[in-house]
């Protein structure tokens, strides 16, 4: 070999794919510090919600002016979420999601020390009120899977969704665990520290969400690219949006009833609060592998598997009025919303371009948390009139639509993703 050849070799062209090799690297390793802190996030932000699903039915049951009321704090807990993330959405798009984020996790605080005062003062309706902005914070908490998924490669995205919706088995235990705790801290106020240690929690995330670092905004993705009405005729978009409705909604009908209905059935607060801690850890347990699933089985096989679960749940639970009948129920449940909830995502980012991403998740969130509101208006009132196994005979009709949506998609799926 010739000097020449020697100097070539060794020179600024050979140094370059090293460099980019490096460049990359570097990338990945703050892709995944971005997704490891959005799942301690998960896990911190989750725990709020966790206290509110099983304070809110019996909280309300203590304050309201009737016992056909006692759910409806956890109804506008779940209104917040569909109002609030439409203009989450607009903030992300236009400010950058950390924006976002920390806007929700100052929505989390003030939840927290709202609930406190309201029971201090024995008021159900600001109680009530409370309950928006920590919708607001559980709407802005659930777009860090779509996060997630900008900080890798396309064929990580599965992957990085389940890996922060991973860290919500911790908010399975931190959440029940804060509510047992705290619960009888300040007699005779019932919960009130408990609202309080939840506001620090959702402070606690603010923090760990300062660190994480996301591409700012383009002109185009603050433009939104098409419209929407393109974007929503797509039917995979259709059948994503179904699927994901029927998955929060049930799960949010019948955890919604489940604690309130395991007290009137003469069991214990413990016995209620142990319930929900597995149902949380059920919940976001699988997501270890579900997108490993999602990869190899496809997203639609993955969404069929989680609505099979959520009717077996409803099944279980039709079988008896025992500890073990609520537990299993409960279970079964949150490992059926996993998959539905998760594959229903993972075909969202099947739809829109990049440009489109912030405007069309916000909207899918949107259509999803919106119509669950209606299964958790009208859980308390059907609970209260016919009692726990009608909450459970009606899941199975929301079912039944959502399997033939998919069924119906079978021959789309072909198509191309985003037109």
Sequence with gaps: MTQAETNSSTGPEAERPSAQGAFAQGAFAQGMGNVLRLATAQALAGANAVVVYATG????????????????????????????????????????????????????????????????????????????????????????????ADCVEAERRPRAMSA??????????????????????????????????????AALSALVLAGVRLPKPTAAEAAGGRPLGVVVRQPRFV??????????????????????????????????????????????????FTGRLIARFGAPGVVFAGLALIGASAVVGLMGLDVAHFWVSLI???????????????????????????????????????????????SGGLL?????????????????????ALAASASFRAGPAAG
């Excluded at 705290?182 to 620090?200: E, R």
């Excluded at 699927?243 to 395991?262: E, K, R, W």
């Excluded at 005979?393 to 039944?400: E, I, T």
């Design 57 to 148: 039915a019996i909280v309300g049951n203590t304050l309201a002016p009737s016992s056909a009321l006692a759910t409806l704090p956890l109804s506008v807990f779940v209104v917040g979420m569909a109002v609030c993330t439409i203009p989450a959405g607009s903030i992300a798009r236009r400010h950058g999601r950390r924006a976002a984020f920390l806007a929700g996790t100052g929505c989390g605080v003030l939840v927290g020390l709202l609930s406190a005062l309201a029971v201090l003062l024995g008021s159900f309706w600001l109680f009530c009120a409370a309950m928006i902005p920590g919708g607001a914070y559980a709407a802005v908490v659930l777009s860090f899977r779509f996060a997630a």
């Design 239 to 288: 059948t994503a949006v179904i699927c994901g409705i029927v998955s929060y909604l049930l799960m949010n009908f019948i955890m919604t009833a489940a604690p309130l209905a395991m007290r009137l059935c003469g069991l214990s607060q413990e016995a209620a609060n142990l319930g929900l801690q597995w149902h949380v850890i059920a919940m976001y347990g699988p997501s270890f």
């Design 332 to 378: 079964l449940l949150g490992v059926g919303w996993n998959f539905g909830f998760l594959g229903a995502s993972a075909l969202v980012l099947e739809c829109h371009r990049p440009e489109e991403k912030t405007q069309v998740q916000s909207l899918n969130d949107f259509i999803v948390f919106g119509t669950m509101a209606l299964g958790s208006f009208a």
């Design 164 to 201: 922060v919706m991973a860290g919500g088995v911790f908010s399975g235990v931190i959440g029940p665990q804060l509510v047992t705790l705290t619960m009888d801290l300040w007699p005779p106020h019932l919960f009130m520290a408990t609202f309080l240690a939840q506001a620090a929690v």
């Design 384 to 404: 209260s009139a016919f009692g726990w196994d009608a909450v459970l005979w009606v899941s199975f009709v929301p079912l039944a639509l959502a399997v033939a």
